[in-house]
């Protein structure tokens, strides 16, 4: 349903077999693996940009895998799934960008 995932949400999907914990603006969210979390109206710093920080959890300890600027998506969605690349065995994050359909 369309309310499941309104406008101005990131969902974001851990298709991994590890742990991983997203931080905006300091602020952490952790996702298990084969999981989903929605992040409803993100914190934002000037210029409605988050700072992210992306970690795995290996052996008890959190790795930082990514870091950046998520802009906020307004009054669009966005989707972020984080994978473990088949080549370098590396956690890996990805958006797609979404265009909330009309009422």
Known sequence: MIQDFPAGTFHVINLSRKQVRI???KKPWVIAPAKTVQIHNPPVR???QS?????VQENG???RIASGL????????????????PHTKR????????VA???
Do not use: S
Not at 51 to 55: E, H, T
Not at 91 to 98: G, P
């Open 23 to 25: 931080d905006l603006e």
């Open 46 to 48: 000037h210029g409605m």
């Open 51 to 55: 700072g992210m920080k992306a970690y």
């Open 61 to 63: 300890e959190w790795r």
């Open 70 to 85: 998520w802009p906020h998506p307004g009054r669009e969605r966005v989707i972020q799934l984080l994978f473990e690349d």
């Open 91 to 98: 956690l890996q994050i990805i958006a797609f960008d979404d």
């Open 101 to 103: 359909p009309r009422d």
